[in-house]
Nanobody
């Protein structure tokens, strides 16, 4: 059994910062890509940032230069540091981790429960 637990969302003023965390636990053999997505009301879920197993990163144009994704392999955790937040960053943020559980030869994608980020004055 694998679980993802997110934390770090909240209410912040424009220009502020938040740091999201997503920790994977359970029967994990190896972790591949770790991603952050977001979904605003009435919008489709969109990819925000990606970090590969070799720590290569990629970002959506809307967050480049403001958000930083990182990972701690020893803790099976991915982070999203969000600086210079704007009202349009308001959304539910989800982590998605691709991993191989100890009980399978296959790789699966697991989702976090989501954490609300609200940017408002």
């Amino acid at each position: 059994q694998v679980q993802l637990v997110e934390s770090g969302g909240g209410l912040v003023q424009p220009g502020g910062s938040l740091r999201l965390s997503c920790a994977a636990s359970g029967s994990i053999f190896s972790i591949n890509d770790m991603n952050w997505y977001r979904q605003a009301p009435g919008n489709q879920r969109e990819l925000v940032a990606v970090i590969t197993s070799s720590s290569s990163t990629n970002y959506a144009d809307a967050v480049k230069g403001r958000f930083t994704i990182s990972r701690d392999n020893a803790k099976n955790t991915v982070y999203l540091q969000m600086n210079g937040l704007k009202p349009e960053d308001t959304a539910v943020y989800y982590c998605r981790i691709t991993l191989r559980p100890t009980t399978s030869w296959h790789v699966y994608a697991y989702w976090g429960q989501g954490t609300q980020v609200t940017v408002s004055s």
